[in-house]
């Protein structure tokens, strides 16, 4: 099992991910993808360590993903619910948080609509000098690594399942479709996938697509990042962004306003659902209008290169930001393999966070 280079105690943003880590995360889901393969599935490597699964935000794949992830590294596991906790007499996050400490908690994996939410709860729990590692699940619109990573793995696998390594990436160009504005997907997308030196072409109406994206790419022109120049910690989210790896200077991200331009020529197309629960204002005339623009279908895959295939991290709005028998169609589409990668992904996550502390219980 690789675990070589890992000293990260937090996963909370793919902003400062080093080459390295992505590789380590990569080969290590490869490594339990072959254990997923067996007949037990299971391996001893975090028994007696307890994952928490703190979601105060609903969630269908990346909640019930992390719960098995954990369950095949022989971890116990503790699901906590807003609807049927203390929350609601008062209680503050925090306190849930260092409640679930105090019941022994090793690795906490926080999903929270507001940014910065497990940036917090990790804060409080060095304060502490506690060893707990916090992994974000999704946080407002700020990040979501573990689905980041878990898209990195379906498309390194797609291109060398033998060996699925980030520059696998690295001449393909990616489109990113849809509502940019609110998706803590795109962004922790851009961090991984330019990290691997893809292009990444963002395309989507100029509502969904952020002005602070826009003036890099001035509307249909488009400009590559500038180094040191983060676009991603000038938005408004109170998270606390940490600095962008050096090691990557090149980032070659891309701004569309119309679908076309994005589309020609793509290896892979990425769809994001329209968050209707975060859009305070009329962003859109309508659904019907947003897929006839933007909805991707098989005839507008025809402008992409041979072989094309389309993600969408889910939820979906069938006939919304996909077409229905598009995102039922195993030629094209990648959404199950999505959701099958991210178990393979969580369990690296949970692995290398986790693997350290047995000893350190031991020891005691
Ligand atoms: N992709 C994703 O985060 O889905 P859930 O909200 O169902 O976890």
Redesign the pocket.
């Known amino acids: 099992m690789a675990n070589a280079t890992w000293t990260r105690r937090h996963v909370l943003s793919l902003a400062d991910f080093s080459l390295g880590e992505y590789d380590t995360v990569l080969q290590t889901a490869a490594s339990f993808q072959e254990v997923l393969s067996t007949r037990t599935k299971k391996v001893p490597v975090l028994q007696g360590l307890v994952v928490a699964n703190l979601f105060f935000e609903p969630?269908?794949?990346?909640?019930s993903s992390f719960e098995l992830s954990a369950k095949r590294l022989s971890a116990d596991t503790l699901n906590f619910a807003p609807g049927t906790s203390s929350l609601s007499k008062g209680e503050t996050i925090l306190d849930t948080a260092k409640t679930y400490l105090a019941m022994g908690a090793d690795l906490m994996v926080i999903r929270h609509r507001e940014a910065g939410v497990p940036q917090a709860i990790a804060t409080e729990m060095d304060k502490l000098g506690v060893r707990v590692g916090v992994l974000n699940a999704?946080d407002g619109q700020h990040e979501?690594p573990s689905?980041a990573l878990l898209d990195l793995f379906t498309l390194c696998c797609l291109v060398n399942p033998e060996y699925p390594r980030l520059k696998l990436l690295s001449d393909k160009k990616i489109a990113i479709i849809g509502d940019i504005l609110h998706s803590r997907?795109a962004r922790s997308n851009i961090w991984s996938l330019t990290a691997s030196g893809a292009e990444v072409h963002l395309a989507g109406p100029p509502t969904l697509v952020p002005k602070l994206f826009a003036e890099y790419g001035s509307g249909c022109r488009s400009r590559d990042i500038k180094a040191g120049k983060n676009l991603i910690t000038s938005f408004p989210v109170k998270a606390s962004i940490p600095k962008p790896k050096s090691e990557i200077p090149n980032r070659k991200l891309f701004i569309h306003w119309d679908l076309e331009s994005a589309l020609i020529d793509a290896d892979f197309v990425m769809t994001l659902r329209l968050q209707k629960e975060r859009m305070s204002t009329h962003l859109l005339p309508s659904w019907r209008e947003y897929h006839q623009r933007y909805g991707i279908t098989r005839t507008r895959l025809k402008l992409c290169k041979p072989g094309v295939k389309v993600l969408h991290?889910?939820?979906v709005n069938r006939g919304v930001e996909i077409s229905s028998e598009l995102m039922d169609d195993p030629q094209f589409s990648l959404i199950s393999q999505q959701v099958t990668s991210g178990v393979a992904v969580r369990m690296a996550l949970l692995y290398l966070m986790g693997s350290g502390k047995p000893e350190l219980k031991n020891g005691e």
């Open positions: 969630s269908t794949r990346t909640r999704g979501h689905q997907v991290p889910g939820p």
